[in-house]
């Protein structure tokens, strides 16, 4: 469907606890699908890519941008606690790391409201930090996919590619994240990655 089955099975693993029952609505879906996947990733996907097309000519910044920031160090922090959802220890628990990944793409999102980057770019003076801003967020993007790649592969594939990252995204190892360095990327915007949907029908 138009969904495509990436949306369906980022609900059923975020909604439905492995150890437990669930039930499955069309409501239900329709709200993960636009409050997660359209207007938090989605949203925060297309933010970012439009604000280095407009301000970087489409390429992200590096030099001093490339150094991590406090968004990078938060993010670890949520990232270690999607490790050990995953590693077996108390079995394997998808729809808490996908609760923390969530709440990093918030703070993605906090972060573009905070930094307004459309307020450093009317400041010469400003461009170091939103040049930073900037890059700070592709990084942030870049582990996006990298941690739902096993979850949602066909989408998480299409946003590496619209950031310009390097290589086939399932080849990349969670090892690398740290040091991820995103400098020089080119973007490319596509088509939004989880266009705004209405399901059910309105009575």
Same mark, same amino acid.
């Given at each position: 469907?138009?969904?495509?089955?990436?949306?369906f099975r980022y609900f059923l693993l975020r909604e439905?606890?492995?150890?437990?029952?669930?039930?499955?609505?069309?409501?239900?879906?329709? &709200?993960?699908?636009?409050?997660?996947?359209?207007?938090?990733?989605?949203?925060?996907?297309?933010?970012?890519?439009?604000?280095? &097309?407009?301000?970087?000519?489409?390429?992200?910044?590096?030099?001093?941008?490339?150094?991590?920031? &406090?968004?990078?160090?938060?993010?670890?922090?949520?990232?270690?606690?999607?490790?050990?959802?995953?590693?077996?220890?108390?079995?394997y628990l998808p729809h808490e790391a996908l609760r923390?990944?969530?709440?990093?793409?918030?703070?993605?999102? &906090?972060?573009?409201?905070?930094?307004?980057?459309?307020?450093?770019?009317?400041?010469?003076?400003?461009?170091?930090?939103?040049?930073?801003?900037?890059?700070?967020?592709?990084?942030?993007?870049?582990?996006?996919?990298?941690?739902?790649?096993?979850?949602?592969?066909?989408?998480?594939?299409?946003?590496?590619?619209?950031?310009?990252?390097? !290589?086939?995204?399932?080849?990349?190892?969670?090892?690398?994240?740290?040091?991820?360095?995103?400098?020089?990327?080119?973007?490319?915007?596509?088509? !939004?990655l989880f266009p705004k949907e209405t399901v059910t029908?309105?009575?």
């Open positions: 469907g138009r969904f495509g089955p990436d949306a439905l606890p492995f150890d437990g029952d669930g039930s499955f609505s069309w409501e239900r879906f329709e &709200e993960r699908y636009n409050a997660d996947l359209a207007n938090a990733l989605g949203n925060l996907a297309s933010r970012t890519i439009s604000m280095v &097309e407009r301000y970087c000519g489409g390429v992200v910044p590096g030099d001093g941008a490339a150094t991590p920031n &406090e968004l990078d160090a938060q993010d670890a922090a949520d990232l270690a606690h999607y490790h050990a959802a995953m590693d077996g220890s108390r079995g923390h990944v969530w709440a990093t793409v918030s703070r993605g999102n &906090e972060y573009v409201d905070r930094q307004a980057p459309w307020k450093l770019a009317k400041d010469p003076a400003l461009r170091p930090e939103l040049d930073r801003t900037l890059a700070a967020l592709v990084r942030q993007l870049a582990r996006h996919a990298i941690h739902l790649q096993p979850f949602m592969p066909t989408k998480s594939a299409e946003l590496w590619r619209q950031l310009g990252a390097p !290589g086939v995204l399932a080849h990349q190892r969670f090892a690398n994240v740290a040091a991820l360095d995103a400098s020089g990327w080119r973007v490319t915007k596509g088509d !939004g029908a309105s009575t």
